[in-house]
């Protein structure tokens, strides 16, 4: 019994192991690229903003007592200034602005790669009553507005990120579903998973070994897209008052900074502040989320249009150089010959 | 390469047939079968190499994923070691399946791209349980030896090796369980031809020393010849003709058999036989003709093989045939009429 529990626990060390030395590679990997090494970064500085939120913020962001200190323009002392409403210090509340973009784009990313693999891998290699089940459900999500079901939910149930995070997975999941199935009907029917059949094999040990690994790589890609879509998704409800009131989230400091009177005022650094934050956390997982599909399907990998354009700039200089170079070649050739003659 | 009558039956087919149903284009349409294998009954005697012929389409593979249970039998039996597969409980169908191991045409997809060398051969092993890592470890390297790799591939990947290499690598993963029962599915067919007899040797050799029976399914006819004991010759789901390789070879009776024969190129120009070349494709196996399924693109059709069926009947011992132009008709259905032939008898169409 003992022995047995033994080997048990050294196969889930491994099992263990083995995710994270995937997810390692991942990173390897991703450093590697130029493009990836940015996002990588970016991503990098986020998560320790978050993490240390209380240490990196010079103010409290929820103290909104500082009546002498309203709308103040950046300086040292306030980095981006204060609101003009409350006299909240900016940078601290874009500091804190992190905790909940990536709280909510990571937890509904992950969720969601968990739900759609476990539905799509359902779907695919199950097949038959539940495949239809799944496949059809997936249908009649995809046509539900979104947008309005989120405003009468979040009224219904009381707004919170949870409940954002809840609606965002419920709808999320569907697209990656559909793809996750179209690839397992493919491997499912490989002449390897044919041989472990052969040998014996559950559906438990195909499913785990054969195709879940095989689908993985398009669950890491998605969840670094999804965490982007939703991150954007959160800021525009946010925006819109539909997140948690008492949180500071991005999306809501620009509602608070076009309700406060920022543009009135001539206060631009209360707006672009969470504007970048949206935009380098979106930017970032974007990124990671591109370079790992380029790393992933070698035959999408091609130079981007700016790259392009600094690549043939630099052709036609360096033509330009060695039409040059051959001038000069071409002068000392003829000098050389005219003091040998 | 023994014939030994006196060996008893290792897997035996009963009239098996296997349909798979096509949807209709439009709904309420009535549903159509594909006939992929009708009435086939063989029997494959323990320690000989059984050749499977045919065109590509002719139901040689559907065979093949019959024998191992994959595929369900629409009809008839199939017979292994005594046991009807599937009657037989789950967990005893995986336990005698065990014996029965195949080995894929095509060495690029039948090895997991994301698994090591060890872990590709181990994996049977794996599933079936009861052995420590160390144990299987020291197996998979024996068998590596034996197909001729070495200790040092045991951890790299499969898109390390050439197409031969990965054969045999797949070679090693079928018979890491000692099966007694070895399906060949075209092993050579999707390699460079200067590693087809090395892999086929390899395969005699295991034969010899591990005792297995090997079913090879093939269209190439030298393999067949210089390998097995045994053959039939496939046609749209059916056998045409059935027996010992040799006879067959000598005295092909059957016309299609005769037009796979003479449409290979032998080396020895002397020993040329007149080809026969056969018009058009191999038809649809959805509503195949009712008669001889071979009547579409035989030379010598007659107007009966259109609706009679042709029997396998024995011409000589252990050698079958069903064509209507050896056999004759059915006392019932021989008449001058259904004897008139269906083309000129040049033997073009």
């Known amino acids: 019994m003992k022995a047995k529990a033994m080997r048990f626990l050294k196969l889930l060390g491994n099992r263990l192991l083995g995710i994270l030395r995937a997810i390692a590679g991942f990173i390897m990997k991703l450093w590697r690229h130029p493009k990836g090494r940015v996002g990588l970064i970016v991503v990098t500085l986020l998560v320790v903003c978050a993490i240390f939120a209380p240490l990196i913020a010079p103010y409290d962001p929820y103290d909104v007592t500082q009546r002498a200190a309203k709308g103040l323009s950046p300086s040292w002392s306030h980095l981006l200034g204060t609101t003009i409403t409350t006299g909240q210090d900016i940078f601290s509340m874009l500091i804190y602005g992190t905790r909940v973009s990536l709280i909510v784009g990571l937890v509904t990313g992950i969720s969601i790669a968990f739900l759609g693999a476990i539905m799509g891998v359902i779907a695919g290699y199950v097949g038959g009553a539940a495949d239809t089940a799944i496949m059809r459900t997936v249908d009649v999500m995809l046509v539900i507005p979104t947008l309005p079901l989120t405003i009468v939910l979040t009224n219904l149930f009381g707004k919170s990120y949870l409940m954002i995070i809840f609606i965002f997975v419920l709808f999320g999941w569907t697209g990656l579903a559909r793809v996750i199935r179209s690839l397992v009907l493919v491997l499912k029917n490989a002449n390897y998973v044919r041989a472990a059949e052969l040998a014996g094999a559950s559906r438990g040990h195909i499913m785990f070994r054969h195709i879940l690994p095989g689908v993985s790589h398009l669950l890491i890609m998605n969840t670094a897209l999804t965490c982007a879509g939703v991150m954007i998704a959160e800021a525009g409800l946010s925006f819109l008052g539909l997140g948690d009131p008492t949180a500071i989230s991005w999306g809501k400091m620009l509602a608070e900074a076009q309700g406060g009177g920022a543009l009135l005022f001539g206060h631009w650094w209360w707006i672009i502040a969470p504007g970048i934050g949206i935009f380098l956390a979106v930017f970032s997982f974007m990124r990671i989320g591109l370079v790992m599909e380029e790393i992933l399907n070698p035959r999408m990998k091609q130079s981007s249009s700016i790259y392009k354009i600094f690549k043939n700039l630099n052709n036609t200089y360096m033509e330009e150089v060695f039409a040059s170079m051959d001038e000069n070649a071409k002068l000392g050739l003829t000098l050389k010959a005219g003091e040998e003659s | ?349």
Do not use: W
């Open chain 2, 1 to 349: 390469m023994a014939n030994d009558k006196t060996r008893e039956p290792i897997m035996v087919l009963e009239n098996l047939s296997v349909d798979f149903p096509v949807k209709g284009a439009l709904p309420f349409q009535k549903r159509k079968l594909i006939q992929a294998v009708t009435d086939v009954s063989l029997t494959i005697a323990s320690g000989e190499t059984f050749g499977i012929v045919g065109e590509s389409g002719c139901g040689k593979s559907t065979i093949a994923n019959a024998m191992v249970g994959m595929v369900k039998p629409t009809g008839g039996k199939v017979i292994f070691k005594g046991k009807d597969l599937f009657s037989l409980p789950r967990e005893e169908f995986k336990e005698l399946r065990r014996d029965m191991q195949m080995i894929f045409q095509d060495p690029f997809s039948s090895l997991n791209p994301r698994f090591n060398v060890y872990q590709i051969i181990s994996e049977p092993m794996f599933i079936r349980g009861g052995s420590t890592p160390d144990e299987m470890k020291a197996r998979v390297i024996e068998l590596l030896k034996l197909v001729g790799l070495s200790e040092k591939d045991l951890y790299r990947h499969p898109s390390d090796f050439s197409g031969g290499q990965r054969q045999r690598i797949g070679i090693a993963r079928a018979i890491i369980l000692n099966p007694d029962f070895l399906i060949c599915d075209e092993p050579v067919s999707a390699l460079d031809v200067s590693v087809h007899a090395q892999i086929l040797n390899l395969l005699m050799e295991l034969q010899e020393q591990l005792k297995m029976t090997y079913v090879f399914i093939s269209h190439n006819l030298a393999v067949v010849k210089n390998l097995c004991d045994q053959m039939i010759v496939m046609y749209l789901g059916k056998v045409m003709e059935s027996g010992a390789t040799k006879a067959i070879y000598a005295n092909p009776l059957h016309p299609y058999t005769n037009a796979l024969l003479t449409a290979v190129l032998d080396i020895d120009i002397d020993n040329q036989r007149e080809r026969v070349l056969l018009e058009g494709d191999i038809p649809s196996p959805i509503d195949p003709p009712k008669g001889c399924r071979f009547y579409q693109r035989c030379p010598f059709a007659m107007a009966g093989c259109k609706h009679v069926a042709a029997p396998l009947v024995e011409v000589e011992p252990n050698h079958f045939v069903s064509c209507h132009k050896i056999n004759g008709f059915p006392a019932d259905s021989d008449s001058a009429e259904n004897r008139t032939p269906l083309r000129a008898d040049d033997g073009q169409v």
